[in-house]
């Protein structure tokens, strides 16, 4: 079945640190991969996606995330964050089931910045 | 990429009404259409997947009874929420995808606050 685990609910760097963000997931097939970030009451932002080729794929607003098959994830980084960096993010699994693809979505990891 | 129009942002409706949220692809067809549900501080739950003509596919546990949909045209797609009750309070989002668009992504609304008091 498909799944996708975020394992760490909050969590809390201060400003300019680094940051790693972790997705684990669990698909039949070979995944396409997304991380989105959503601010409060507000919808999602696409922040990169991995279909296929290269395992490390940029993103916007300085993010990064490495596909990595062996270990069935696709952690988020950014080496500097802002204090405008914090919001909820969510790591997703999707794939393609006859003519509609279906976005499995994790619990979410929601980003504090410490001034 | 892609543009997702989500129309009400918020709204609040008195309990044994209907609503109505509309999700519009501004430039581009979309064959297909998800609605999400996502309670306060989880994630987002997939409710149903909607084909343009067709009937669409709840997921288990979702009452198509009560989250009707409606996917009449390549970039509408409309959720109602029938007799709304204040346990149907949440947010909730659409996306839709189309066969011109990249494999398996989907570009999603800005949500739909609902209230139901």
């Known amino acids: 079945a498909q799944s996708v685990t975020q394992p760490d609910i909050h969590i809390t760097v201060s400003e300019g640190a680094s940051l790693e963000l972790r997705c684990n997931y669990s698909y039949g097939a070979t995944p396409y991969l997304f991380w989105y970030v959503q601010s409060p009451g507000q919808g999602l932002q696409l922040l990169l996606k991995y279909f296929s080729g290269d395992t490390l794929v940029q993103g916007i607003k300085g993010f990064e995330a490495e596909f990595k098959r062996s270990q069935s994830s696709f952690n988020l980084r950014k080496p500097s964050v802002h204090w405008s960096d914090a919001a909820e993010y969510f790591c997703?699994?999707?794939?393609?089931?006859?003519?509609?693809?279906?976005?499995?979505f994790g619990s979410g990891t929601r980003l504090s910045i410490r001034p | 990429g892609a543009v997702v129009s989500q129309h009400p942002s918020r709204v609040i409706c008195k309990s044994g009404t209907s609503v109505k949220i509309e999700c519009r692809s501004l430039?581009?067809?979309?064959?297909?259409m998800f609605w999400y549900r996502q309670f306060p501080k989880q994630s987002l739950m997939l409710m149903a997947t909607?084909?343009?003509?067709?009937?669409?596919?709840?997921e288990q546990g979702v009452e198509k009874d009560k989250f009707l949909i409606n996917h009449a045209s390549l970039t509408l797609s409309t959720l109602t929420v029938t007799s709304a009750h204040p346990e149907d309070s949440s947010f909730y989002i659409c996306?839709?995808?189309?066969?011109?668009?990249?494999?398996?992504?989907?570009?999603f609304g800005q949500g739909t606050r609902l209230t139901v008091v």
């Open positions: 430039d581009f067809q979309a064959t297909t």
């Open positions: 909607s084909n343009e003509g067709s009937k669409a596919t709840y």
């Open positions: 997703a699994v999707g794939g393609r089931a006859s003519s509609a693809s279906k976005i499995i």
């Open positions: 996306s839709a995808e189309g066969q011109s668009t990249f494999t398996a992504e989907a570009f």
